[in-house]
């Protein structure tokens, strides 16, 4: 029989994790929890002041909150926020001298839902990062799960397959104590040394702002990536400044340092919008294999699409099957030679302009999500009633209105 426990910001350990007399830790929460079983978050601050383990040395890794255990396929654990409450991990107060966890799911067939993870630290100046959220297990879902203000990753998917990362949020990430560079590993989410033959990583519906690095990061990974319905913009800045800092690609989809790899697989970014990126919008970053890039508008990056692939003499050339996508101001493309490439707004020969969206502005995508979790509805960057890039699309696969899908990220329904 499945069972429902209750931890609370007041909750005891020793209490029974009832409603009425929750318990004060997930740690607690999770050694009664078994496949099928929810936990529900009540609202308020779960602050943390130290791991759960000591550091063995300046460069050791430590945790705050260790998900071992794990669900099974038609019975995930749940770890929830309690209906219209928001439970906050706060990890600012950690003093412990070495890189940081703050959540180290190694477990699989877990659900995270609703749950807000901020200001992980890095504590000493010898160490690439720390982390909001490491994943390693596999099968888990991460869904409306606000991660932010972090030295280092908010949500870093590190050899884990079949990871569903669903209407989340990862912003204002800053490893400013990096030993590789201030910002320089401050992704919102990554998806990392997965093995060959795993189901994919997905993101969907997911945002990622004002990291001082890249808003989505694949670097490293031999199982494919998925990323649709997801929105990128303004990093490679330290947050809430345009002082750069690290790399700054909205989507940096594949590639391994700069070195042809032969067990490079084809990842996939559709119907997502990049804007205002300190460098490209949607990037190739040496990745040896054609990526597909289907549906994405890309606005104000610098460049909006850069291709840059490896062959296997470790040259440089373009990589990638673009369809469908709209390039607008900003520098627009890079290492095109060696792509395939038809039907987007540079194809085309239509003429761009403002009149062409319902709304061009820059800010604003941020706001609240829908009832539900799914990314707000807004003009920004919409196709307008009659513009030129209606129905100009090709099919690849993908569900469109009217005679032939749109460009860009966002159908235009039908009108
Ligand atoms: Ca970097
Ligand atoms: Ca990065
Ligand atoms: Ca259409």
Redesign the pocket.
């Known amino acids: 029989m499945a069972n429902v426990y209750y931890v609370a910001p007041n909750g005891n350990d020793g209490a029974a994790g009832t409603q009425s007399a929750p318990w004060a830790s997930i740690a607690r929460a999770q050694t009664a929890a078994k496949a099928g079983d929810t936990v529900y978050f009540r609202g308020g601050t779960f602050a943390y002041t130290r791991a759960n383990s000591a550091c063995s040395s300046q460069t050791a890794t430590v945790d705050a909150i260790t998900l071992n255990k794990s669900g099974s396929s038609s019975n995930p654990i749940r770890y929830w926020a309690y209906p219209g409450e928001k439970p906050v991990f706060t990890f600012s107060a950690m003093k412990d001298d070495c890189r940081i966890k703050g959540f180290d799911v190694i477990g699989s067939y877990l659900h995270l839902k609703g749950l807000e993870v901020t200001g992980v630290p890095q504590n000493n100046n010898r160490n690439h990062e720390s982390w909001g959220l490491w994943i390693s297990g596999s099968n888990n879902t991460f869904e409306l799960i606000n991660t932010h203000h972090h030295m280092g990753a908010g949500l870093f998917i590190s050899g884990g397959g079949g990871n569903l990362v669903l209407n989340s949020d990862s912003h204002e990430n800053y490893d400013r104590r990096s030993s590789n560079g201030a910002g320089e590993s401050g992704d919102g989410f990554g998806s990392h040394y997965t093995p060959a033959g795993r189901p994919a990583n997905v993101f969907r519906g997911c945002r990622a702002w004002w990291n001082s690095d890249d808003g989505f990061d694949l670097i490293h990974t031999y199982s494919p990536v998925l990323i649709e319905n997801s929105w990128s913009w303004r990093n490679g800045y330290v947050p809430g400044t345009t002082t750069s800092a690290g790399n700054g690609a909205g989507f940096k989809a594949g590639g391994f340092g700069a070195k042809y790899d032969a067990g490079a697989v084809k990842h996939t970014v559709r119907f997502s919008v990049a804007l205002d990126n300190k460098a490209a919008g949607f990037y190739s970053n040496h990745q040896p294999v054609a990526n597909d890039y289907f549906n994405n508008t890309s606005y104000g990056n610098h460049p909006d699409f850069d291709m840059r692939g490896i062959n296997s003499s470790g040259a440089s050339v373009g990589r990638g099957n673009l369809r469908n996508n709209i390039a607008y101001t900003g520098t627009l493309l890079a290492n095109m030679n060696g792509t395939t490439a038809s039907h987007n707004s540079w194809n085309l020969g239509i003429p761009l302009s403002d009149a062409q969206f319902r709304s061009v502005s820059t800010s604003g995508w941020d706001a609240p999500r829908q009832i539900g979790g799914s990314l707000p509805v807004l003009p920004h960057l919409r196709l307008a009633t009659n513009s030129a890039l209606?129905?100009k699309?090709t099919d690849v696969g993908l569900p469109?209105?009217?005679?032939?899908?749109?460009l860009g990220a966002f159908?235009?329904d039908?009108r």
């Open positions: 209606i129905d699309g469109y209105s009217g005679s032939a899908p749109d159908e235009n039908g």
